[in-house]
C-alpha cells in the first residue's frame, strides 16, 4: 500500500514568465490535471494514489487551495503548493464500487479556480480465507470442544460474523475479534467422524469464504467412577456333575463408588452355567445369589443325564479312551453301570456326552460398573475369583 497518497503540484504553463503589470491585469484563467498513479481496479484496503497539477495560463504561480473529491464527498483539501499532500490514509478505506475522483482549485486573487478531469476507480471486494482448528481431536464423547476459526484478508482486516457447522448442520456462530479470530465451544458433538468446517459471512469490504473441512473424531466415553468397589464369594467349594450349588455374593463400594454394579461369570466349565438372582447390584452395593450347575453324562440326542435312565454305552466309550485317562473315569464308570442297572447292557443310548468334566476350576465373577460396556478394562471393572471344585 503506498504511502504517498494524494497531492497537489503547483507548476508554470510555459517560461515566459509574469507579464508586467499583470497585477493590474484581469483574472488570470487556470487549469487542473488529475493523474491517479494506483491501478484503475483496486481491492478493498488498498489505496488510490495520485497527484493535481495546478497552472495558470500566463505562467504565473497559482495559489490557494485544492480540494480532492470522491464524488461529491471531498477527501482532502491542502495548499497550492509542490510539497503538500493530502495524509497516507486519505487514499484508503473507498468502499466497494465504482469512485470518480475529481480535484477543484479554489482560485486565489489573480487566478480563477477550475476543476480536473475525473477519473475512475474501481473497488473489488478483499479477498479472505478461513482456517479451523480444535481444541481436542481425537476427544471423548461429552467433552467439550473449542472451534476457533481465523479470517484473514490480503488488503484487509475481515470484520463480521462466523458460522460454525458439522456437516450442513449449524453448531452455533461467533463474532470475529480485532485480530480476525472467532471461537466456538460445544460438547454435543455425537461419537464417530464429524466434518467440520468455518464459514465466514463477509462484510462490506471482504468477500465470504469457508474454510477446508476438519475432519474431528469423537470417541465414546470412558466411564471412570470415583473411588471404587470389592466383590466377595462365599459358599460351598464343591459341586457334583449334574447338581447346582448356590453361592453368595457380596458387592461393597468404596466411599465415593457411586453407580450400579452389573455381575458376570468367565473361566465356567465346559457344559456348565451360572445364573445370578440379581444381575444388577443398585447403586451403594447389596447382596446376590450365584447359582452355578453342571450337566451329568447325557445321550447326545437328550439332555437327561444317564443317572435317570437305562443302557450303557457310555461304558463302551470310556473303554475306548487311552489307558491314563480310562482310570480317570473309573469312578464315573462305576457309578453309571450301576445306575444303568442290569437291563442297561445294551446300552444307554446311540452317543455319549460326557457332560461337565470333574476337575478343579477357577471361576471368575466380574462386576462391572454400569454403562461401562466394552470398556470395562479400563473404567473399574473388578474380578473375584472362586476355587470350585466338581466332582461325581
Request: net charge neutral; charged share 5%.
Amino acid at each position: 500500500m503506498s504511502s504517498r497518497g494524494l497531492l497537489v503540484r503547483a507548476v508554470a504553463a510555459s517560461l515566459l514568465g509574469a507579464i508586467p503589470g499583470a497585477a493590474f491585469a484581469a483574472v488570470v484563467s487556470s487549469s487542473v490535471v488529475l493523474t491517479i498513479t494506483s491501478p484503475g481496479t483496486i481491492y478493498f484496503g488498498q489505496s488510490v494514489d495520485g497527484y493535481a497539477n495546478v497552472t495558470a495560463s500566463d505562467g504565473t504561480t497559482p495559489t490557494g487551495s485544492i480540494t480532492f473529491y470522491d464524488g461529491t464527498q471531498g477527501i482532502c483539501t491542502i495548499p497550492v503548493t509542490p510539497s503538500a499532500t493530502c495524509p497516507a490514509s486519505t487514499g484508503t478505506g473507498f468502499s466497494v464500487g465504482s469512485h470518480t475522483i475529481t480535484a477543484v482549485y479554489s482560485g486565489d486573487s489573480t487566478h480563477a479556480g477550475a476543476a480536473s478531469n475525473a477519473a475512475t476507480v474501481t473497488v473489488l471486494q478483499n479477498p479472505t480465507a478461513v482456517s479451523l482448528v480444535s481444541s481436542a481431536n481425537p476427544a471423548a464423547s461429552g467433552q467439550p470442544v473449542t472451534l476457533t476459526a481465523t479470517a484473514a484478508g490480503s488488503y484487509a482486516m475481515p470484520t463480521g460474523t462466523v458460522t460454525f457447522l458439522d456437516g450442513t448442520s449449524v453448531l452455533g456462530t461467533a463474532v470475529l475479534n480485532s485480530s480476525g479470530v472467532a471461537t466456538f465451544s460445544t460438547a454435543s458433538l455425537s461419537a464417530g467422524s464429524h466434518s467440520l468446517t468455518a464459514s465466514y459471512a463477509g462484510d462490506s469490504g471482504s468477500e465470504a469464504s469457508v474454510s477446508p473441512a476438519l475432519a474431528e473424531t469423537i470417541n465414546a466415553a470412558v466411564i471412570q467412577p470415583q473411588g471404587g468397589f470389592t466383590i466377595a464369594v462365599t459358599g460351598p467349594a464343591s459341586i457334583g456333575v449334574g447338581r447346582s450349588v448356590n453361592l453368595t455374593v457380596t458387592v461393597t463400594p468404596g466411599q465415593s463408588f457411586a453407580q450400579p454394579v452389573e455381575l458376570s461369570c468367565a473361566n465356567l466349565p465346559a457344559e456348565s452355567a451360572c445364573t445370578f438372582g440379581q444381575h444388577t447390584i443398585p447403586a451403594g452395593g447389596g447382596t446376590t445369589t450365584l447359582a452355578i450347575s453342571t450337566i451329568a453324562p447325557h445321550d447326545c440326542g437328550s439332555s437327561t443325564p444317564y443317572f435317570l435312565g437305562t443302557g450303557l454305552p457310555f461304558a463302551g466309550a470310556v473303554l475306548l479312551l487311552p489307558f491314563g485317562r480310562r482310570r480317570k473315569f473309573r469312578g464315573l464308570l462305576i457309578a453309571l453301570i450301576a445306575l444303568c442297572g442290569i437291563g442297561g447292557l445294551s446300552g444307554c443310548g446311540t452317543c455319549t456326552d460326557l457332560g461337565t468334566l470333574p476337575g478343579s476350576y477357577s471361576i471368575k465373577v466380574i462386576g462391572t460398573p454400569a454403562g461401562a460396556g466394552a470398556n470395562a478394562l479400563t473404567s473399574g471393572a473388578v474380578t473375584a475369583t472362586v476355587a470350585m471344585k466338581v466332582t461325581l
